[in-house]
């Protein structure tokens, strides 16, 4: 027998991204079951259980049961763990509790941690990882002390748990709410529609989340001077501007004509960031028009930005096939911006992220319009709120059959762990060849 035949198969850092995932939504979801994790102190079905589970660690915000009703105070801090665990990466956290063991990073966890959080190099990561957990949790509780006036008002004490348990899902772009009763169930931010500090707070916390960590980083060491941000950070910024006001501008012309000048822009700034990554509403989405439902599918399917809480495509696929595509307007070789040339293997990796998250959005809302027999609009809208990892639904999800709720658990999966992530995961290690093949031309458009 050779003897390579016996050499031990090591995971690569992208197969251990996506099992480790995988561990902690099972994980999750057996605790979940448990009758100490309900009000009622019931066993909760393991298929609601790893529903619920999947939308936490994948910081989606679908629900099947009522977070604010059903699950008890150990149930909803299993849940907030979960997010918190999903926002930040499971790698991420994983590395935090080798750090604080003091143990040492090996090269290989290294490596693991840059594919996690999408950093440039290995160099330096330990100390980003520590500068993003000292971000995180700084954000967190400083959002949480900005909403405590509001929830205590209302709430009393209990108002410090709800304001800890929204700053964390609204900065983890997850949308989980806990303030549903018996009696009304899955309202979601409504009740807060008209509150202007409470809508401000949990934007500026979805934003600040949804940018991404290596963003966080240079707008922390080149503080104001745009000039000297990676192309990268400044692609995100101008990016994520550009999809909070177009969306909000469109929503305020075609949607919610109903309400007063000052509560109609409030809520249209609002839908507009929320649609691409946290799943928080504060309006009835179902009264939406067609149109405005279509644009928010467009804007869940982009989701946030790479390194960041938030899943979908990103913006900086969106944003380098925008740049690709004004290149071959002009006749130009090459994209780019900010006095940059993209790389045409970045251009390719873009095409084909957006190509996987299109047929997930269109495979998934077909199957569930066929299993379900309901209209195609809304099952594609459910099924981009998953893909995306947003956690809008126009309120068919807890209504679903097993296998409509299985295909948005793997929705939900496949768009938080990333389309490049699964590629690698799946055919890294494979022997590929250098060879180039014979060119032939082919007519495209």
Known sequence: MPENSHKRKHLTSFQLIILGFAGVILAGAFILMLPVSSAEGVITPFNEALFTSTSAVCVTGLVVQ?????????????ILVLIQTGGLGVVTVASSVVMLAGRKISLMQRSTMQNAISAPKVGGIVRLTRFILKGTFLIEFLGALMLMPVFCRDFGLKGIWMSVFHSISAFCNAGFDILGTSEHRFVSLTGYAGNIWLNIVIMLLIIIGGIGFLTWEDVYTNKLNFKRYRMQSKVILITTMVLI?????????????YMPAGKRILASVFQSVTTRTAGFNTEDLAIMTEAGKAVMIFLMLIGGSPSSTAGGMKTTTFAVLILNAFATFRSQEDAGAFGRRVDGRIIKNAATIAMLYFMLFFFGGITISVCEGLPLLTCLYEAASAVGTVGLTLGITPDLHIISKLVLIVLMYLGRVGG??????VFSGRNTSNAKLPLEKITVG
């Open 66 to 78: 009522d977070t604010g009703s059903y699950w008890s105070l150990f149930g909803q801090t299993v």
């Open 245 to 257: 006001f177009l969306p909000a501008v469109f929503f305020m012309v075609c949607d919610f004509d």
């Open 420 to 425: 490049l992530t699964l590629i690698y995961a």
